[in-house]
Nanobody, 127 residues
Framework: QLQASGGGLVQAGDSLRLSCEAS????????MGWFRQAPGKEREFVAT????????YYADSVKGRFTISRDNSKNTVYLQMNSVKPEDTAVYYC??????????????????????WGQGTQVTVSS
């Protein structure tokens, strides 16, 4: 089970941090990712982080502004969002991909390969 939080209404240029706490299986067995879906658009990849936290990968649209991180001792993944823009407005979803047999450095941007999804948290950026 994944529980996302931290969304809200912010102004362009502000910062926001999303959190997603996992329960159930051993957290370090999961590759974690953040995705988002804006009204009338398809869900899109935002960021992913490997099990060891050594590797991260970002969508071009957020690179340099967003940072994904994880604290395996707290079973939590974070998305630090800086310099937000109105086009970042969306429902943000965290997702978990169960990969204990893969390299600890493996990461995944393919939504179809993720096993579990959080309920989503709304981020609205006003101009």
């Amino acid at each position: 089970q994944l529980q996302a939080s931290g969304g809200g209404l912010v102004q362009a240029g502000d910062s926001l941090r999303l959190s997603c706490e996992a329960s159930g299986r051993t957290f370090i067995g999961y590759v974690m990712g953040w995705f988002r879906q804006a009204p009338g658009k398809e869900r899109e990849f935002v960021a992913t982080i490997s099990r060891s936290a050594s590797n991260t990968y970002y969508a071009d649209s957020v690179k340099g502004r967003f940072t994904i991180s994880r604290d395996n001792s707290k079973n939590t993944v974070y998305l630090q969002m800086n310099s937000v823009k109105p086009e970042d407005t969306a429902v943000y979803y965290c997702a978990a991909d169960w990969r204990p047999q893969y390299s600890r450095n493996y990461y995944n941007s393919d939504a179809s390969k993720y096993d579990y999804w959080g309920q989503g948290t709304q981020v609205t950026v006003s101009s």
